[in-house]
C-alpha cells in the first residue's frame, strides 16, 4: 500500500499564501507524475496542477496559473504546491495524488480516474 500524507493546509486571508506539501510512502512504487485535485463545498473535485517528476514538466489548471507553482524534491520524494494570491474560491479540501505510469495526453491528469493513489486532503480555508 502506497500512503500520500498532506501537511500545510489552514486558513489564511484573501490575498495571502500558502504551501502545501505531500509524501509518498509504502511499498516499493513507480512514481511517474504527482499532483493536486482540490474539492469545495458542493462542487466536484477539480485538477489544480501536476508535475512529471523525472522532467519536472507542470501542468495547471487555468483557475490557478500565474498564482500556484508545483514543485518537487526528488531526494525527499516530496511535491509542494505554492499557493499566492489566494482568493475566497480557492477555499476547497486539496488532495495528493501520484500516478505511476504515463499518460498518452496530458488532458488526461485532469480526470479522478486516472490517478492511482490519493492522500487524504487537507482543508484550505481564504476568507474575504
Known amino acids: 500500500q502506497v500512503q500520500l500524507v498532506e501537511s500545510g493546509g489552514g486558513l489564511v486571508q484573501a490575498g495571502g499564501s500558502l504551501r502545501l506539501s505531500c509524501t509518498a510512502s509504502g511499498r516499493t512504487f513507480s512514481r511517474y507524475a504527482m499532483g493536486w485535485f482540490r474539492q469545495a463545498p458542493g462542487k466536484e473535485r477539480e485538477f489544480v496542477s501536476t508535475?512529471?517528476?523525472?522532467?519536472?514538466?507542470?501542468y495547471y489548471a487555468d483557475s490557478v496559473k500565474g498564482r500556484f507553482t508545483i514543485s518537487r524534491d526528488i531526494a525527499k520524494g516530496t511535491v509542494y504546491l505554492q499557493m499566492n494570491s489566494l482568493k475566497f474560491e480557492d477555499t476547497a479540501v486539496y488532495y495528493c495524488?501520484?500516478?505511476?505510469?504515463?499518460?498518452?495526453?496530458?488532458?488526461?491528469?485532469?480526470?479522478?480516474?486516472?490517478?492511482?493513489?490519493w492522500g487524504q486532503g487537507t482543508q484550505v480555508t481564504v476568507s474575504s
Open positions: 495524488v501520484l500516478r505511476e505510469s504515463s499518460l498518452s495526453d496530458t488532458y488526461y491528469y485532469t480526470h479522478t480516474g486516472n490517478w492511482n493513489y
Open positions: 508535475i512529471v517528476w523525472s522532467r519536472g514538466t507542470t
